[in-house]
């Protein structure tokens, strides 16, 4: 299973591409919060931009906490998300880490499903689906160049 | 979001309260310039002064804000303190989308706050916040203070001024998200005159999309054409600093408050220079793949053992001719040193250029002494010009206040208006000719992307007055309704007529595409109609002398086919003006729900 990653993120120009797209291509909303990445600004002492997703935990500590089995473990790290059985009680969003769901103004949850539609939206090829295995390598070496 | 109304926000500074108005005249006036100068209209009085506490600022974006690459400006619309008229300025950054996701077609802020304040925004947000503790800090200072006060990093726009605003300054600017801004005709005086430190929008809300899948097919090729294609490699390579060389090489460069047009000096401020030796990074308007925005940086040895600060300062075309070769800056880094302070400022970076070129021209003369300028301004001396930047910005004497306002003002009491480098404010950074002299001279914005007189020199040798009018009402007409959409004028190559008629149908606003050339005359007589209601006399536009001195690769200026072109131009934006059905201004109110 390919996971969404952001190995180039210092290349990263703010548009919001990546979000927009996932909003319009997986979720049909304009918007550049529901959507599986959303990216923020990142003053102080870096510089530049971040991005929020998924980073794929295996297991998933969102699915974990989902008391419904809306969110439950995908192969290969993230989740598999059947919105039908959410009852947007935000706990995966209180149980992620790094702040990669967002919840909307009704409770309902956004996270990558790492399907890589954003990808081609990126001017600057900021982002990769990448196997597995290359992701946690990427993730951990951010601003490097990826092995392509 | 596809609505046929206007979804309004308007912000009432003297109650601390606001109120969603739902404002008809869709179909008439499509958005962004036109529902600007409806609300305008609406709300403001064209007989008060700009700094009446009533009038409005507008800010208002268009049907394809957000839903189309480069859909990414809004246009702030207010009565400007330098001609005490109605104008628009323009701005990206995040401004765009954050109005599109706090579900606004338009915020309007009208009173003032009884103390210093910041209005704070969103889908479900309204605050006016006591900042009186903000009063007198730098653009950055607030900036920072801003992004700390209020939620949303990365999914919000925060505008503010600095001391230039609070002063009153006529080129006092709005700076939008550090590095865009509303420039031009002191949006920042007019938020200042509120006691407005800052206005902060949270983009907090989805919209559906259209179930067809029309629109994500024509994204992915308007997408594929604004990154794919070489059509906006200039925006992306150099940026717009590209024509530094460009234009020295046409002899059309101002140097130093246009004595001449061209300069070996070209080397150390062109736009190769600036990518080699400055750029650090580009960054992007929300919505915008291109990625315009090029930031170089400044560094600065605080000690002499070797502790050093650095700043990123945003750079561009215009910033670069008005602090650079039209005060004969020659060196890169002294030039983003200069534009840095201006930032601080508050001050439109344009304006506040040419004006010191004049002011230095004006002490050369002797028309003005140290005494007022208060430093020995020299061309090609950085140093005067970085604290005189800051004298500007303050209002630190007399003169520094008067040039302030306009440096026609300054000229009216010193004298040295032959050589004042304005064309209805101070001249953008295009010596091309007697077209774009008289384009920016009666322009709607007195700016150079009104409409394209720079490119019609370069194109036309023939001194064909009405024809060249003619282009100019076409261009602006066009370019009405882009700023309507409201596109950034980059992508104005992209956005055919035909492709914004197709973006319009794919979500649901097909009528506006039908009728593209009805509401752009419309918009465009609406504006200027504004404008006259505020005192707007074409007919007394002036040029001055320095301007008739020109000399440029096609020869002198030619004084006789300026003044024909400058009343023709007139009589055209008259003739408009005074035709066609009465504005929709009144009209089209909607039940308040």
Redo the contacts between chains.
């Keep these: 299973m390919k996971v969404l990653t952001t190995p180039r993120m210092e290349r990263c120009?703010?548009?919001?591409?990546c979000s927009?797209a996932c909003?319009?291509?997986v979720?049909?909303?304009?918007?550049?919060?529901?959507a599986g990445i959303?990216?923020?600004?990142s003053?102080g002492l870096s510089?530049?931009?971040e991005a929020r997703l998924c980073l794929a935990c295996d297991p998933a500590p969102c699915a974990a906490a989902c008391p419904t089995g809306a969110f439950s473990n995908r192969r290969g790290g993230g989740v598999v998300v059947k919105k039908n059985l959410c009852i947007r009680c935000g706990q995966c969003a209180a149980a992620c880490p790094v702040d990669a769901i967002h919840l909307?103004?009704s409770g309902e949850p956004f996270v990558c499903i790492h399907c890589g539609r954003c990808v081609s939206?990126c001017?600057?090829d900021c982002l990769e689906l990448a196997g597995a295995a290359e992701s946690k390598a990427g993730a951990g070496r951010e601003g490097e160049e990826a092995v392509r | 979001m596809i609505r046929d109304h206007f979804r309004v926000l308007v912000a009432d500074l003297d109650a601390g309260k606001g109120k969603i108005e739902l404002v008809g005249g869709r179909e008439e006036v499509a958005g962004g310039s036109g529902l600007a100068a409806l609300l305008f209209n609406r709300y403001g009085a064209p007989e008060r002064p700009w700094n009446d506490p009533p009038q409005p600022i507008v800010f208002a974006i268009g049907p394809l804000t957000g839903y189309f690459p480069l859909m990414s400006k809004t246009v702030c619309a207010f009565k400007s303190p330098y001609h005490d008229q109605y104008t628009e300025s323009h701005a990206g950054g995040r401004s765009a989308l954050a109005l599109r996701f706090a579900d606004l077609d338009a915020l309007v802020i009208t009173g003032r706050a009884p103390r210093p304040s910041c209005l704070s925004v969103g889908s479900r947000r309204f605050e006016v916040s006591d900042v009186e503790f903000m009063w007198g800090l730098d653009v950055h200072a607030a900036g920072k203070l801003l992004r700390r006060m209020f939620p949303g990093s990365g999914h919000r726009s925060i505008f503010r001024i600095g001391p230039a605003g609070e002063n009153g300054a006529a080129m006092a600017c709005v700076n939008a998200d550090t590095y865009r801004h509303f420039g031009r005709l002191g949006g920042g005086a007019a938020m200042g005159a509120k006691n407005l430190k800052g206005v902060v929008i949270l983009g907090d809300r989805a919209s559906q999309l259209p179930e067809t899948k029309d629109y994500p097919k024509l994204f992915k090729e308007v997408y594929r054409k604004v990154t794919s294609t070489d059509m906006m490699s200039k925006y992306h390579n150099l940026g717009t600093a590209a024509n530094l060389q460009v234009l020295n090489e046409l002899k059309s460069l101002p140097w130093r408050n246009l004595k001449e047009t061209a300069d070996p000096g070209i080397e150390g401020v062109s736009g190769e220079r600036f990518a080699a030796d400055t750029l650090l990074r580009n960054v992007a308007c929300a919505g915008c793949p291109v990625g315009c925005i090029h930031i170089g940086f400044v560094r600065e040895k605080f000690l002499a053992e070797n502790r050093y600060l650095y700043r990123q300062v945003a750079y561009d075309y215009e910033p670069i001719y008005s602090t650079g070769t039209m005060l004969g800056v020659t060196d890169c880094f002294q030039v983003l040193a200069l534009m840095d302070v201006t930032e601080k400022a508050g001050l439109d970076v344009m304006s506040a250029g040419v004006a010191l070129a004049w002011a230095t021209e004006a002490l050369e003369r002797g028309l003005v002494s140290e005494r007022e300028t208060m430093v020995p301004l020299r061309f090609g001396d950085p140093g005067p010009y970085q604290q005189a930047l800051g004298f500007l910005g303050k209002g630190a004497n007399d003169f520094y206040r008067l040039l302030a306002r306009g440096t026609l003002r300054a000229a009216e009491r010193y004298g040295g208006a032959d050589f004042a480098c304005v064309l209805g404010q101070e001249m953008a950074g295009y010596a091309t000719g007697e077209v774009f002299f008289a384009s920016q001279a009666l322009g709607f914005r007195h700016s150079h992307l009104d409409t394209g007189g720079y490119s019609y020199d370069q194109q036309h040798r023939e001194k064909d007055a009405a024809g060249a009018v003619d282009f100019l009402m076409r261009d602006e007409e066009a370019r009405v309704f882009l700023t309507s959409m409201v596109a950034c004028l980059f992508a104005r190559g992209v956005y055919t007529d035909d492709l914004l008629a197709d973006c319009l149908r794919s979500v649901g606003y097909a009528a506006l595409g039908e009728r593209m050339g009805e509401i752009s005359r419309g918009v465009q007589r609406l504006r200027w109609r504004t404008r006259m209601a505020t005192g707007f006399d074409p007919s007394a536009v002036a040029i001055p002398e320095r301007f008739r001195k020109v000399v440029n690769w096609k020869g002198p200026i030619d004084a006789a086919y300026l003044d024909a072109l400058r009343r023709e131009y007139a009589r055209r934006i008259r003739e408009l003006a005074g035709e066609g059905p009465p504005a929709p201004a009144a009209s089209g109110d909607l039940p308040q729900g």
């Design positions: 120009i703010g548009c919001h591409s927009l909003a319009r291509l979720h049909r909303r304009l918007s550049w919060d529901t959303r990216i923020v600004s003053g510089t530049g931009f909307d103004a939206f001017p600057h």
